[in-house]
């Protein structure tokens, strides 16, 4: 199992959908995670601390797994098929070692809520894991020139106000 952080919830450019980019611990690699956008709302919402008036979904969960005297000890990202993640809720309950089925955007928004670590199975980080790219070599201004018209246009987009920090 490897130990991971969550580096960011991001959104697309061209779908509805948002990313969870969850960040290796030991090394300088990612693993992107399409989720939906409510998923991504809560997941972002316990990592900025904002409580709401009343229990979200993940809140609720939280609160019956205490209730019932249970804790979480952390969640795993345990499978990629037919791209599709599969995710696992580890408990203790009553002494019992307890893996729940789940969604792993509903275990990413669990995690946060408890404080527990999310690990991923190494066969799904070497699956699906982004490692940064070394530095480029630089541009000839040959190159510096072609490129020109692009950066141009890039920078001419109006795409909003920036999202907030670690959205």
């Known amino acids: 199992m490897i130990a991971t952080s969550i580096?960011?919830?991001?959104?697309?450019?061209?779908?509805?959908?948002r990313v969870v980019l969850l960040k290796d611990v030991?090394?300088?690699?990612?693993?992107?995670i399409w989720i939906g956008q409510y998923e991504a709302d809560a997941i972002a919402?316990?990592?900025?601390?904002?409580?709401?008036p009343r229990p979200m979904t993940h809140d609720l969960l939280n609160n019956i797994i205490q209730e019932l005297g249970a804790t979480v000890s952390?969640?795993?990202?345990?499978?990629?098929?037919?791209?599709?993640?599969?995710?696992?809720?580890?408990?203790d309950v009553a002494g019992r070692h307890v893996?729940?089925?789940?969604r792993p955007s509903d275990a990413m928004a669990l995690a946060v809520r408890c404080g527990v670590p999310i690990y991923v199975t190494d066969k799904v980080m070497a699956q699906a894991a982004i490692v940064e790219s070394p530095e480029l070599e630089p541009v000839s201004p040959e190159e510096e020139e072609q490129l020109a018209a692009f950066r141009d246009f890039v920078n001419s987009l109006d795409l909003g106000d920036e999202p907030p920090e670690g959205s």
């Open 99 to 102: 893996e729940i089925d789940s």
């Open 7 to 17: 580096d960011s919830v991001r959104v697309s450019l061209i779908s509805p959908h």
């Open 26 to 32: 030991e090394v300088e690699r990612y693993l992107p």
């Open 45 to 52: 919402m316990a990592l900025q601390h904002i409580e709401p």
């Open 74 to 91: 952390h969640v795993l990202i345990s499978e990629l098929k037919d791209n599709t993640y599969h995710g696992r809720i580890v408990m």
